[in-house]
């Protein structure tokens, strides 16, 4: 429904994706993305801007912690699947059995197979991970009803190292017209730049992750980039009801070298 199953024709679909996306020569790569879950023929280009600048850790990076929200089964709280992997026409990635252990060690952390089993905001992430990452384990949560505290906890608790990286899925407003979803959505897009913790649904389906992730950007003195900001009018579908996407990178604040008056 959301990418062909054929594994030929996905990578190279994701490969093209990947290689249209603007990126910029350097050494590092973000600590956290955000990007949509839509069918790719209409957010792939979206995604991929920010999946592109994962590239220079392709060999470092080891771990994904990745949330997504709910579209078909109400959860109460962050829930992790019963599944020890999630299969795509690329292969299988391993959930982090031990990072997911951890998880649930926190009261707002339950494991549900119902709330993953149809779920699509963190399956569609996986094909673009796969080709920019060699090996990796996923943390996958399906988050539901909880607060920005909640999700901060968890993702504070499994921030980790260089090796650690935090994607957040979510699409920003949906069957607008066009005007008015550039509207919303630039308004959202300035909401996220400042590190606003909230946001509601009708701004993003992924507010709930988006607002916990902010909390900690913020603690961790994270700058956001915006990479894209399109909607499905721009690319595949027409102008009359759209959804919106956009994506993010999260970085570490570089630190500002001291001029003397005279340079």
Partial sequence: MFYPDAPKRLDADVRAYLASATTIDEPTWPKA???????????GPIAASAY???APGREVIRRVVLLG??????????????????????GSVPVDREASALARSLPQVLVSAMAHAHEHS???????????????????FAVGDASADEVAAVIELLWGGRETVIVVSSDLSHYHSYAEARSIDRA??????ALVSTLDHEQACG??????FTLCARRHGLSPKLLDLRNSGDTAGDKSRVVGYAAFAFSEALPTLNRSRTD
Avoid: C, K, M, W
Wanted: overall charge negative.
């Fill in 33 to 43: 993305l955000i990007a949509p879950h839509a069918g790719y023929i209409y957010s």
């Fill in 52 to 54: 592109a600048r994962l």
């Fill in 69 to 90: 929200p709910v579209h078909r089964v109400p959860v109460r709280g962050l829930a992790l699947p019963e599944a020890s992997a999630f299969a795509t026409p690329l």
């Fill in 122 to 140: 963190l399956e569609v992430q996986l094909p673009f991970l796969q080709s920019v990452l060699a090996d990796f384990s996923i943390v996958p």
């Fill in 188 to 193: 959202t897009v300035d909401d996220i730049e």
């Fill in 207 to 212: 507010a709930t992750p988006i607002n916990g």
